[in-house]
């Protein structure tokens, strides 16, 4: 009798994995304009096949087995293994696909495509994860059942655990067809009843926010003085080092006290060097027209060059703004653990193959009003700025830049190591 019963199995599995390759066979022979269309077809047919085929369940979905499936573990399970998870999956490498393509990062707007995946999972954000996952859920037909589960599988398309679209879209339709699942077709949660052995996760709340985590950031009070002002011995303090140097403006989580010193990795000029320094609770650099520099950010012992390491700091850059005539102003970083934004940004966000993203203002404002102080931003303010969190560092790289600059003027940038942004990141 069960060897019957293995056979049955194994003819009902080959029926539906035979099944699923003619679909995919067939869809791949079809000539369809755009990868993403394609693919879309294919997953629907990889659906509709894998529906057709499996038999009826016998637990209480089973009377509605044609929009509840069963299969695999619950998607809810994966919130108690994405911690393990995050110890041996490394980072995956961007798609070529996605260089250089700039796009809203927003999980809300960004495209569902390898472009947006990647924007959004490269912010190290489980709740824009997990807006972005939704929205891709009710694009394949389904609907969330159980938002455990949804707040599980973000977790493993988000900071290091970020893979691509595709197998985020596999996923899904993975969990779709799980035993456990947490999904149902698109208005079909009212059939939804899980069988009585599966795991549930009544207690498991929404994402905290992103990334960052207030309490373990360093503090920086960049009113505190400035003992040298010479950025590529541009002056105003000529003849010295060659760095911007904020005395004793940090403390570490832990109490260390950190002098910030800038200093230009590459080619940097500007026409007026003494607005350098500080503005207020800001920090200032300008820079010429058509130019960018890279900076080095660097934390050391009051006073010396002795690295401090920090264990985690937030740095936002303010009011990235400008047209063709004006100069349009972008930012750029490298090595970050994540970055925040708005909900619904203004500027865009666009990878390099070597894991820079940069910002950039739309080019649809001359001149967002400078925020009077870094906690106060307005609503434009808050949309144009853009807050890179960086975890165990002794420096770290922002790149700076203008371009398309008719007018003959140099530009601003505003930064601080806090803002209205820290409101997205965990107590």
């Given at each position: 009798?069960?060897?019957?019963?293995?056979?049955?199995?194994?003819?009902?599995?080959?029926?539906?994995?035979?099944?699923?390759?003619?679909?995919?066979?067939?869809?791949?022979?079809?000539?369809?304009?755009?990868?993403?269309?394609?693919?879309?077809?294919?997953?629907?047919?990889?659906?509709?096949?894998?529906?057709?085929?499996?038999?009826?369940?016998?637990?209480?979905?089973?009377?509605?087995?044609?929009?509840?499936?069963?299969?695999?573990?619950?998607?809810?399970?994966?919130?108690?293994?994405?911690?393990?998870?995050?110890?041996?999956?490394?980072?995956?490498?961007?798609?070529?696909?996605?260089?250089?393509?700039?796009?809203?990062p927003s999980g809300a707007a960004a495209p569902l495509s390898e472009?947006?995946?990647?924007?959004?999972?490269?912010?190290?954000?489980?709740?824009?994860?997990?807006?972005?996952?939704?929205?891709?859920?009710?694009?394949?037909?389904?609907?969330?059942?159980?938002?455990?589960?949804?707040?599980?599988?973000?977790q493993y398309h988000s900071c290091n655990e970020r893979q691509s679209?595709?197998?985020?879209?596999?996923?899904?339709?993975?969990?779709?067809?799980?035993?456990?699942?947490?999904?149902?077709?698109?208005?079909?949660?009212?059939?939804?009843?899980?069988?009585?052995?599966?795991?549930?996760?009544?207690?498991?709340?929404?994402?905290?926010?992103?990334?960052?985590?207030?309490?373990?950031?360093?503090t920086v009070d960049l009113t505190a003085g400035i003992t040298n002002?010479?950025?590529?011995?541009?002056?105003?303090?000529?003849?010295?080092?060659?760095?911007?140097?904020?005395?004793?403006?940090?403390?570490?989580?832990?109490?260390?006290?950190?002098?910030?010193?800038?200093?230009?990795?590459?080619?940097?000029?500007?026409?007026?060097?003494?607005?350098?320094?500080?503005?207020?609770?800001?920090?200032?650099?300008?820079?010429?027209?058509?130019?960018?520099?890279?900076?080095?950010?660097?934390?050391?012992?009051?006073?010396?060059?002795?690295?401090?390491?920090?264990?985690?700091?937030?740095?936002?850059?303010?009011?990235?703004?400008?047209?063709?005539?004006?100069?349009?102003?972008?930012?750029?970083?490298?090595?970050?653990?994540?970055?925040?934004?708005?909900?619904?940004?203004?500027?865009?966000?666009?990878?390099?193959?070597?894991?820079?993203?940069?910002?950039?203002?739309?080019?649809?404002?001359?001149?967002?009003?400078?925020?009077?102080?870094?906690?106060?931003?307005?609503?434009?303010?808050?949309?144009?700025?853009?807050?890179?969190?960086?975890?165990?560092?002794?420096?770290?790289?922002?790149?700076?830049?203008?371009?398309?600059?008719?007018?003959?003027?140099?530009?601003?940038?505003?930064?601080?190591?806090?803002?209205?942004?820290?409101?997205?990141?965990?107590?």
């Amino acid at each position: 009798m069960m060897m019957w019963g293995v056979l049955v199995a194994v003819f009902l599995t080959h029926g539906v994995v035979s099944a699923v390759a003619e679909a995919e066979e067939a869809c791949s022979a079809q000539e369809v304009p755009g990868h993403e269309t394609a693919q879309v077809l294919l997953q629907k047919a990889r659906r509709t096949t894998v529906a057709q085929h499996m038999p009826a369940q016998t637990e209480p979905n089973a009377d509605s087995g044609r929009w509840l499936k069963g299969r695999r573990h619950n998607g809810t399970a994966r919130v108690l293994m994405a911690e393990e998870a995050r110890k041996t999956e490394p980072m995956r490498v961007i798609a070529p696909a996605v260089v250089g393509v700039a796009t809203n990062p927003s999980g809300a707007a960004a495209p569902l495509s390898e472009v947006g995946y990647t924007a959004v999972a490269d912010r190290c954000c489980s709740t824009e994860m997990v807006t972005f996952l939704g929205r891709q859920i009710r694009n394949l037909g389904y609907e969330v059942c159980d938002e455990a589960g949804l707040y599980g599988v973000a977790q493993y398309h988000s900071c290091n655990e970020r893979q691509s679209f595709d197998k985020l879209s596999q996923d899904i339709m993975d969990d779709w067809d799980s035993r456990c699942t947490y999904l149902a077709m698109d208005g079909h949660c009212s059939s939804y009843t899980l069988p009585g052995d599966c795991p549930v996760f009544p207690d498991v709340p929404p994402p905290a926010g992103c990334g960052c985590t207030n309490s373990k950031a360093a503090t920086v009070d960049l009113t505190a003085g400035i003992t040298n002002n010479n950025i590529g011995g541009e002056g105003p303090n000529t003849g010295g080092i060659e760095e911007l140097r904020y005395d004793s403006a940090g403390t570490a989580a832990d109490g260390t006290k950190f002098d910030v010193v800038i200093t230009s990795v590459d080619s940097y000029s500007t026409p007026t060097p003494n607005q350098n320094g500080a503005t207020g609770a800001f920090g200032r650099l300008n820079l010429n027209r058509n130019s960018n520099t890279q900076f080095k950010f660097a934390f050391v012992k009051p006073g010396s060059d002795i690295p401090v390491t920090v264990s985690e700091i937030h740095m936002t850059i303010f009011d990235l703004d400008g047209t063709e005539s004006t100069g349009i102003e972008y930012a750029s970083s490298i090595g970050y653990k994540g970055y925040v934004t708005d909900a619904s940004p203004s500027i865009t966000a666009a990878l390099s193959s070597d894991g820079t993203t940069q910002f950039e203002a739309a080019g649809t404002i001359a001149n967002v009003a400078n925020p009077s102080a870094p906690n106060s931003l307005t609503a434009d303010q808050r949309v144009n700025s853009v807050m890179f969190f960086y975890e165990t560092v002794q420096q770290f790289y922002i790149t700076f830049g203008v371009r398309e600059a008719d007018a003959p003027t140099s530009r601003n940038v505003l930064f601080a190591f806090e803002s209205s942004l820290n409101d997205r990141c965990a107590a």
